[in-house]
């Protein structure tokens, strides 16, 4: 097939105008086109009034080497790039049912840890995957204890249990992660094949959102265990087992699990998320190299979608075929701090997602239809262990701590977020009531002076972007939007180095992985580096070569 690339069309043309537009691009007459499919389709919204889709195109041709020769130099025409992908080996079944095998152990259940699972059942290999929260649906239950009653359960929120933190959020799949391999295109097809919607296939910004996420990973879980790979939920590591030699190397040995046993483990794929404070301080402990790594701190803003709508649309505003807008939006602050919007959420609403009591953290959430009034994002403010915590490894999480704590405490110790009004924030003021625009963080919020749950840097810096923000969307620093506070999990606080075998530099058998080892950030980049660390794995076992 040939790949063409930048077909630009109007938002309301036909179905027929693809077909054309194939024709005029190439040359050829519309007979000789024998199938066009979307590879991809997005749109331009640079130009207010003139919002055009921008497809990439596959099409199907009975001389396509005449065609391609004959434009030989357009970089926007050539041959379809074959994105199969390819196990690493077929021998798994046959190394699994050997004498003595041990089989490799999964540590987490979120997007890394499930795609390691499945990745390495699909290779034969029978994985144990151990989750220390509860099973999907019974981790929504006691999600929802908190955000209704303020009732936290510190094993099953909206970190820990079946799907990780990226269960409940807006369930974005899309990230600027290299991928040769087209791991990327692996994921989709098995979460197409899991029942997300087939347009995650071909849309630039694929999402899917909280509840078709639940029934997914419940999926995805069914395919481990029909491949003989085993599920232990409410199984939380409490420490790993390491031998030494003579010469120091080290080697994970076992896992000493919450029920008292000691599950033996030699090849261990550790996806615990970017929460697992515990796990981070145990494997400290235990000697494993560790590195401080940087993280941001802010808040949660919402606007009206409408005003969103509204800034990035222009009078096509409501197009059906747009759905919600959502936004980016960078600053450089003059004290030198990087602000940004984080995991924005068009038509979502800020959750309540702290681990850990007597603390509060939000998050954003969107459902499939994007259908909430308000849209909320993370306005965050960069942080560095050279410059704000650079006591050690685990130092990240005694600040992440810290503010949480103070969010706590400043939202009445209730669980209740902290909350301010944009124009109360830009003035320097404490709220005392809020306006027009109803926050969604529920339990509730208590209006306050959200100076008390940031660093003094971060306040400034956040002053000084949404106004900046607002320059390039038009109402982003209205008067009555709301910001709650605080956001501190934007991603881990700790890397776990590994070498190019994708073991950890000083322990082998330990294989960290995802965001919790601080190699993703995401839905998508994490479940490419559970494929990843699950080829590591099998090439460890089978005695094939990969290029990780």
Request: hydrophobic share 40%.
């Amino acid at each position: 097939m040939i790949r063409l690339t930048e077909i630009r069309l109007p938002l309301d043309h036909a179905p027929e105008a693809l077909r054309a537009a194939v024709c005029a691009r190439l040359g050829v007459a519309e007979g000789d086109v024998q199938a066009v499919q979307v590879f991809r389709r997005g749109y331009d919204a640079r130009r207010r009034g003139a919002i055009e889709f921008v497809y990439t195109l596959d099409c199907r041709l009975p001389d396509e080497g005449e065609v391609l020769t004959r434009l030989a130099g357009n970089a926007k025409i050539g041959p379809t790039p074959d994105t199969t992908y390819r196990p690493v080996s077929s021998r798994g079944s046959e190394v699994a049912g050997a004498p003595g095998f041990v089989r490799p152990v999964v540590i987490g259940t979120g997007p890394c840890g499930f795609m390691a699972a499945l990745i390495l059942a699909q290779m034969g290999l029978r994985p144990i995957v151990l989750e220390r929260g509860k099973p999907v649906r019974e981790r929504t239950v006691d999600t929802f204890a908190l955000w209704r009653r303020g009732e936290l359960t510190p094993e099953s929120n909206v970190q820990f249990g079946e799907g990780g933190a990226g269960t409940f959020s807006d369930g974005k799949l899309y990230s600027g992660v290299s991928d040769p391999r087209h791991y990327g295109r692996k994921l989709m097809d098995e979460f197409v094949r899991a029942g997300a919607p087939e347009e995650i296939l071909t849309v630039s910004k694929p999402h899917i959102g909280t509840f078709r996420l639940v029934s997914m990973v419940e999926h995805i879980r069914a395919s481990i265990e029909a491949l003989g790979g085993e599920y232990r939920f409410g199984t939380r590591v409490e420490d790993f087992v390491i031998d030494q030699d003579v010469s120091g190397a080290r080697r994970l040995t076992g896992l000493v699990l919450s029920d008292g046993t000691t599950l033996a483990a030699t090849h261990a794929i550790m996806a615990v998320g970017h929460s697992a404070r515990d796990t981070f301080e145990v494997l400290h402990a235990r000697g494993v190299a560790m590195q401080a790594k940087p993280f941001s701190i802010g808040v949660r803003i919402e606007h009206p979608q409408s005003i969103i709508d509204a800034a990035r649309f222009g009078p096509q505003a409501g197009h059906p075929a747009l759905g919600a807008a959502d936004y980016k939006l960078v600053h450089k602050a003059s004290n030198g701090r990087g602000v940004y919007s984080f995991c924005m959420c068009p038509g979502g609403t800020v959750v309540a997602a702290t681990s850990e009591v007597g603390q509060v953290v939000t998050n954003g959430m969107s459902q499939y239809s994007r259908a909430e009034r308000n849209a909320n994002a993370g306005i965050v403010v960069e942080v560095t262990p050279e410059r704000d915590y650079p006591d050690g490894p685990l130092a990240g999480l005694a600040f992440q701590r810290h503010w949480e704590r103070q969010a706590f405490v400043a939202g009445g110790g209730s669980y209740h977020a902290p909350a301010q009004r944009v124009g109360d924030f830009l003035a320097g003021r404490a709220s005392t009531a809020l306006g027009t625009v109803e926050p969604s963080y529920r339990p509730g919020v208590t209006p306050t002076d959200l100076s008390t749950c940031l660093p003094d840097f971060a306040v400034e810096a956040i002053r000084e972007a949404l106004p900046h923000f607002a320059r390039s969307l038009n109402g982003f620093a209205m008067e009555d939007a709301v910001m709650t506070a605080v956001e501190t999990r934007t991603s881990s606080p700790v890397r776990i180095p590994r070498g190019p075998d994708g073991q950890s530099v000083n322990t082998a058998g330990l294989y960290p992985a995802g965001e919790g080892a601080g190699y993703a950030g995401g839905i998508l980049s994490a479940g490419i580096d559970g494929i990843r660390m699950a080829e590591a794995v099998t090439t460890a076992l089978c005695g094939v070569e990969a290029t990780l």
